[in-house]
């Protein structure tokens, strides 16, 4: 784990180093977790046209990404899955922050296997051969987690722990899961639908109580970003009519 941490810092320092020798441009580093970057991709192109910048995502799971700047103190910006990560960091890390749309929980079925699941229920079912997130590494995990532990008590989540093939590390992983490793569903970020594989069929299904669990999603300033300005005006960006029309088009508007 420590020498993995440290090889991710190296690769993150050498990035920077390179970019900010290649162009004169301002050069932000912006943790992201998975399941929004290609809202933030689209909202960094528009940014980086009006604002003469480069913005680099380095994305990966929440936690993971915490961890990272925790550790590191370099960068600029930070977008979790879910707020509950600030409430376990130290608050002086973020300088501002904003809320700009929200994640919510959904599952995924492939397409042979929806007759028979289109529920929480129906993953405990003899047979079912399902997926759920990490609760120690991403979001998308300890949202799982919340959101069953709040229907069926603390037991009720071990029951799925025994039950689960396989544990995604985030909504992408939970995806490659169902393409290459044959689950036939998966608890996951309803916005995850974006990046389906064309080569898996699958049917999204509402999962009772998820839009009471929905989470927050609040992207913010690092207190040792070298351009903070420039930061706060891509929040401010993404907090926007225009920013959170794309945060909707992605399936993380604030509505259902």
Not at 76 to 85: A, K
Not at 206 to 211: K, M, N, S, T
Request: glycine letters at 8%.
């Amino acid at each position: 784990m420590i020498k993995s941490l440290l090889y991710r810092l190296r690769w993150i320092y050498a990035i920077l180093l390179i970019s900010q020798t290649l162009t004169a441009k301002p050069v932000l580093l912006f943790y992201c977790g998975i399941t929004m970057v290609p809202a933030m991709q689209s909202l960094i192109k528009s940014f980086e046209k009006t604002h003469d910048c480069t913005i680099l995502i380095k994305q990966g799971g929440s936690g993971e990404l915490l961890r990272t700047l925790t550790l590191y103190r370099k960068g600029d910006l930070f977008l979790p899955g879910s707020e509950s990560y600030y409430r376990k960091a130290d608050k002086h890390l973020f300088l501002y922050r904003r809320t700009i749309g929200s994640n919510r929980l959904a599952l995924f079925v492939r397409t042979e296997a929806s007759n028979r699941i289109h529920s929480l229920d129906d993953l405990l079912k003899p047979g079912a051969y399902f997926a759920i997130g990490d609760a120690q590494i991403g979001s998308v995990g300890r949202a799982t987690r919340a959101l069953i532990r709040s229907k069926y008590t603390e037991k009720g989540w071990q029951r799925y722990q025994d039950d689960a093939v396989y544990f995604g590390s985030d909504s992408r992983d939970l995806l490659r899961l169902m393409e290459e490793e044959g689950v036939e569903a998966a608890v996951n970020w309803k916005a995850a639908s974006v990046r389906i594989p064309p080569s898996v069929s699958l049917h999204l299904f509402p999962i009772a109580g998820a839009d009471k669990q929905a989470k927050k999603l609040v992207i913010s300033l690092l207190r040792f970003s070298d351009h903070p300005a420039l930061a706060k005006a891509f929040i401010d960006y993404t907090a926007s009519a225009e920013g959170k029309q794309i945060m909707k088009r992605y399936g993380l508007g604030d509505g259902k």
